[in-house]
């Protein structure tokens, strides 16, 4: 994945987990798969030709999300590697093994070369050399970080919300209000915000005074924003395009705000940059470039 963005300049990753409930996802790959991609920016933010691979193992659902600048082409050939090597290989339980055949398969389209399936292994066209054990060792180090790292960042956040709380008032240990009965001790903006899944809500409570303190975790990736009349995050977006960008001059979109909450309603407008021509320099950056994905890929369960 390195030597593909050294010497083409496309932003490959794979991310591993346990499972989207940890990260506060119940529902489908694909959304969160995209949401993910966009929340890190996965790929050139001119060409949005990143590609990232999601792998849910106690899900057992995974995802190849790849960069808008696609379009649909990539969208069958990633289902093919999907479908003919890496799902063959997970239903064994050699998930080394399918991460890496796809990893290696999804390269050789980007480069422009021919990929075969015989029994979920890759064909090469002649003359194509195999990468060697050292190039394969590259590719899982950055593979094994991503993940690590990840698990890591949320086992502190994990940690930081349950660490014990004491009561400003008695100066005692307080208690975390079991989830099915906080929702009774909240407002109804705030009940609003947990049925949207924007926010999560611990409510902890003093055993001896009965003070109460309420703590917001913002959801990763929630598509609701804050309302500006009530400021309860559970305002719903929609953009119609008005004028279409060029290559040289720009667009606009006019975007109209719901909130579920209080009901208010507006709309506004944003000027959409003009397009860019694709440059043939690579970046040498070590971090993603700002790229986004509308969705393209495919998925796969075992």
């Avoid at 649909?72 to 997970?90: A, G």
């Avoid at 993940?147 to 975390?176: H, I, N, S, Y």
Wanted: charged content about 25%.
């Amino acid at each position: 994945m390195k030597a593909l963005r050294d010497e083409q300049g496309i932003e490959f990753t794979v991310v591993t987990l346990h499972s989207m409930s940890d990260y506060g996802h119940d529902g489908n790959i694909e959304p969160f798969a995209t949401g993910l991609f966009n929340a890190w920016g996965v790929g050139d933010a001119t060409r949005n030709d990143g590609v990232m691979m999601l792998v849910a193992v106690d899900d057992r659902v995974l995802r190849i999300e790849v960069g808008s600048g696609y379009g649909d082409s990539k969208d069958l050939v990633v289902q093919r590697i999907i479908d003919r090597i890496i799902v063959p290989e997970f239903s064994e339980g050699d998930f080394a093994h399918g991460i890496m055949e796809g990893v290696e398969a999804v390269i050789a389209d980007l480069k422009g070369e021919e990929i075969g399936s015989d029994r979920g292994e890759v064909i090469y066209p002649p003359g194509y050399e195999p990468p060697g054990f050292f190039e394969r060792y590259a590719a899982w180090f950055y593979a094994a970080t991503t993940p690590v790292a990840g698990f890591g960042a949320w086992l502190f956040m994990k940690w930081r919300r349950r660490r014990p709380r004491v009561c400003p008032v008695e100066g005692t240990t307080m208690q975390l209000v079991p989830e099915d009965l906080d929702d009774a001790l909240l407002s109804e903006g705030q009940s609003k915000e947990e049925a949207l899944k924007s926010v999560d809500y611990d409510v902890w409570e003093c055993p001896d005074c009965g003070h109460r303190t309420i703590e917001a975790y913002r959801r990763w990736f929630s598509s609701y924003g804050a309302c500006r009349s009530c400021n309860y995050r559970t305002v719903d977006s929609d953009s119609t395009i008005l004028e279409h960008p060029t290559y040289s001059s720009s667009g606009l979109r006019r975007v109209d705000y719901s909130c579920q909450h209080c009901g208010d309603e507006w709309s506004g407008t944003e000027v959409i940059p003009r397009k860019e021509r694709s440059s043939s320099s690579s970046s040498s950056s070590s971090s993603f470039g700002g790229g986004s994905s509308s969705g393209g890929g495919g998925s796969g369960s075992w």
